[in-house]
């Protein structure tokens, strides 16, 4: 969840090491910092909070050096303060560290009484007396490092620069990922490919245990045994993928509108949109025929896809589903005799939980599929096969475009799955797509309900607590509308099954709670407006997200209506989310908050 760089180059590098922490602030941004070697010497600068209290004091203080790395932090262990901040330093190294040192308590211990003196709270810190240690007893550092990654416990991955030593940067990863970067006379450490996109479009990713040894002109990788290992290079047109807001006032609000865009981008790769027939992705052959049962698991809003993926493949293809969180999955310890497909869905394809449960299922024998928007990610690298969305890179912490990629993803696959198992006719298949096919439009017809969504916004941003409603394919949508407002605008909220209502929730109706009701004019839409009219009957306010057939059923007097266009009903899980995450966006700006980067939250989350 925290994000790294490391560089080392000809030229000064702090000015960069600055500009590659601001791609990766996404992943953490309580406290960041560098370390560049000054005539040799090490020198550090750290700052509590935003990368930009960062950027002004290498600006008033700045940093001199060609070699350096870079951190910007989500905290797991020690508060976000600038003790805490990495890079963390001993008279003979820096190290920057994403992860958490498991076993960190026990080598302090034995670090401290060999007279180590510690200076933080972190865990990291124990990896810098621990290689300080090797290094004073005389080993090199690629030896000290070696010998010092053979005691960690955990999941991480770490990068050194090394006091008086302008020639040598070392990367390890287990567990969280890492990437090196070659460009023209330089070398790069970085978390993801999205940091060095602008230095080079040269990436090698390190595998599970592999650590690097970067000097001028040379990279060498060796694998979790000591054994020089080559990596393959991926050539991902990084360049291009420079990240920015455009004219949008944040990322989020960027990504909720690139929605159509990139709707039809996913859909091309699951759609030969000549003939109307599925496809998958080039060499992701499956046949869904010989799929008895599928275990899909993910994570927050990829769970919530997931679970609109398990309504998709038992209605449209007739496959029975089961769902996890994935970080229950592994305990669950279900029988998975029946299991013939393990699917996983993850935008950043590097969550703990999420991959713990990957390799799980493959220990159990299982064959593995992952829907992953970052293709280079863990996730996608470790699954069998692998459907990736093509959202782009989302920087916004709260998912938008992953998620309803996700949802085009799924339901593609539900329809080729439902062809495989002949529950679906060739010219049923063709009516599909042909439908699928008009979420783009729909999705940008659905942003331009804004303004009304931000009248609305401003009467949620003077409530504390809401309640989400929705029944069939609606009811993951107001599970993921919650979680959405919860997320970035701090209001509680939570999602039920419209049915649910009467089970408990509705003794918190009163004319405080705004409910807001996802309801289509679909199969479910009477038995749902018997629910809204509960809740009107008990003074409750009613934001009502339907259709226009919805609107003009007079389901509730006094009720807000957002009228979305009429659609096919395996439409509206991908278009409902747009209002959703509207709704979301404007409260939260309303309320003031850090709509992309909110309290406590990483974009990916690397811990378990
Ligand atoms: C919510 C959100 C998170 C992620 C979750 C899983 O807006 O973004 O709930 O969905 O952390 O992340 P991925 O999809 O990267 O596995």
């Known amino acids: 969840m925290c994000g790294i760089i490391g560089i080392i180059s000809r030229e000064p590098v702090a000015g960069r090491l600055i500009d590659a922490l601001k791609r990766l602030e996404y992943r953490g941004y309580d406290s960041a910092g560098v370390a560049t070697l000054e005539n040799g010497r090490l020198t550090r600068r750290r700052a509590e909070g935003k990368l930009s209290n960062l950027a002004k ?26 003790t805490n901040a990495h890079p963390h330093a001993t008279k003979r190294l820096a190290v920057v560290h994403n992860g958490i040192i498991e076993n960190y308590r026990e080598l302090r211990a034995e670090l401290e009484a060999d007279g180590a003196r510690f200076e933080t709270q972190t865990d990291t810190e124990t990896v810098a007396h621990l290689v300080t240690r090797e290094l004073d007893r005389g080993a090199s550092p690629k030896d000290a490092v070696e010998a010092s990654l053979k005691r960690l416990e955990g999941a991480f991955s770490l990068a050194f620069v090394f006091d008086g030593d302008e020639e040598l940067l070392i990367g390890a990863r287990r567990g969280s990922p890492l990437a090196v970067g070659e460009g023209e006379g330089e070398m790069f450490l970085g978390s993801d490919g999205i940091a060095l996109s602008p230095f080079t479009d040269s990436i090698r990713y390190l595998e599970e245990g592999d650590f690097a040894v970067l000097e001028h002109g040379r990279i060498t990788i ?91 493949f038992e209605r449209y293809a007739r496959i029975p589903c089961d769902l ?68 782009g890179p989302e920087i916004g912490v709260a998912s938008t475009k992953a998620f309803t990629c996700q949802l085009m993803a799924l339901a593609a696959l539900a329809i080729r799955a439902g062809v495989d198992r002949g529950v679906i006719s060739g010219d049923e298949e063709t009516e599909f797509t042909r439908i699928l096919a008009e979420a783009p439009r729909l ?34 949508l107001a599970l993921e509308g919650a979680l959405k407002l919860k997320e970035i605008s701090y209001i509680h909220a939570e999602g039920y099954a419209a049915g649910e209502l009467k089970h408990g929730p509705i003794a918190l109706i009163d004319e405080t709670m705004p409910v807001v009701v996802v309801a289509p004019h679909d199969r479910s839409f009477e ?34 209506i957002i009228a979305v266009p009429e659609m096919p009903e395996i439409l509206t899980p991908i278009v409902y989310a747009v209002p959703l995450q509207l709704l979301a966006y404007h409260t939260a700006i309303q309320m003031g908050t850090d709509v992309d980067q909110p309290r406590n939250l990483a974009k990916s989350v690397t811990v378990e």
Request: glycine share 10%; aromatic share 8%.
């Open 57 to 82: 004091l290498v600006e008033t203080q700045p940093l001199e050096g060609t070699i350096g790395i870079g951190h910007t932090r989500w905290a797991t262990h020690g508060v976000p303060n600038v």
């Open 443 to 476: 999705a940008n017809e659905a942003i331009r309900l804004e303004g009304a969504i931000e009248a609305l916004a401003r009467k949620m941003a003077t409530r504390r607590h809401a309640l989400f409603l929705g029944r069939g394919f609606s009811y993951p």
């Open 222 to 312: 060796y694998d979790e045994h000591g054994a020089e290992v080559t990596r393959p290079i991926k050539r991902s047109g990084g360049k291009s993928f420079y990240v920015d807001k455009g004219n949008y006032r944040h990322f989020m609000q960027k990504e909720i509108y690139e929605q159509p865009e990139v709707l039809s981008h996913t859909l091309s790769s699951f759609v030969d949109m000549t003939t109307g027939a599925t496809r998958l992705p080039k060499g992701q052959a499956i046949d869904f025929s010989k799929v008895r049962r599928i275990a899909l698991s993910a994570c927050g809003t990829g769970f919530y896809a997931a679970l609109v993926g398990r309504y998709y």
């Open 527 to 560: 038995k749902t407006a018997s629910n809204v009219q509960e809740v009107a009957a008990r003074g409750g306010e009613i934001i009502l997200f339907t259709d226009v057939k919805g609107a003009s059923s007079g389901i509730v007097d006094g009720a807000e």
């Open 324 to 391: 996890d969180v994935a970080s229950e999955f592994r305990y669950r310890e279900s029988p998975l005799s029946d299991v013939d497909l393990a699917l996983f869905v993850s935008q950043s394809g590097e969550t703990a939980d999420t991959l713990a449960s990957l390799r799980y299922a493959k220990a159990e024998g299982l064959k593995t599929a992952a829907i992953v928007n970052v293709v280079e990610s863990t996730i996608a690298r470790e699954a069998d096969l692998v459907f990736p969305t093509l959202a």
